[in-house]
């Protein structure tokens, strides 16, 4: 006999699946749970609100996404890393509707915020010395590789593009280092 899904993997798939043709703000706790096929009650156990749910799932997103310094790295490393580029992790089709919200980016560095600190503070943070203008070119960064993955989805052009991309946020970085 098959084992049941967990609820919270249930309420989890539906809405990845409802995000694919709704926005956030139009989906219901009452047609989350009836295309989950749990109850209410269910779904309060798990979350407080469909924004905590959509933020727990871009925290998941996020844990399965390579870090800056994983994807800038150059040679074997990055393909031994576990870890997916954020470009290509958005373009997955299950995490599709998630990525298309506008307050994605916003809330991807929200989630991430802890390691954004480490993180940056070793790439961004040590190329311009200031904090605000680190997290803002963090911003400017992922927004950018947002649009282009959605722009460059299913084109078999596409891994060549990533490397570009990846070579140029590399020497953005380097330029940066240099106005010190």
């Known amino acids: ?12 798939e539906a809405l990845l699946a409802l995000l694919k ?4 703000q139009e989906i219901g706790i009452s047609e989350l749970c009836s ?10 156990a798990n979350y ?3 924004e905590a749910m959509y933020r727990e799932l871009v925290q998941s997103l996020a844990s399965k996404t390579r870090t800056l310094r994983e994807q800038l790295k150059n ?4 393909s031994m890393c576990p870890r997916k580029p954020f ?15 506008d307050r994605f980016i916003k809330t991807f560095i929200e989630v991430c915020y802890e390691d954004f600190e480490d993180e940056i503070a070793a790439i961004y943070l040590d190329a311009t010395e200031d904090r605000f203008v680190a997290k803002m070119i963090n911003v400017f960064q992922l927004t950018g590789c947002l649009a282009a993955a959605m722009a460059g989805k299913d084109n ?4 060549s593009a990533r490397k570009v991309i990846d070579a140029f946020i590399r020497g953005g970085v380097s330029a940066l280092r240099g106005l010190k």
């Open 75 to 78: 040679g074997d490393c990055i």
């Open 87 to 101: 470009c290509e992790t958005i373009q997955e089709e299950k995490f599709s509707g998630l990525a298309r919200e």
């Open 48 to 50: 407080t609100n469909v």
């Open 156 to 159: 078999p052009d596409w891994e």
């Open 35 to 44: 295309t989950a096929g749990v109850s209410r009650s269910t779904f309060y």
């Open 21 to 24: 043709n709704k926005r956030l």
């Open 1 to 12: 006999m098959e084992r049941q899904r967990p609820a919270k993997a249930k309420l989890e």
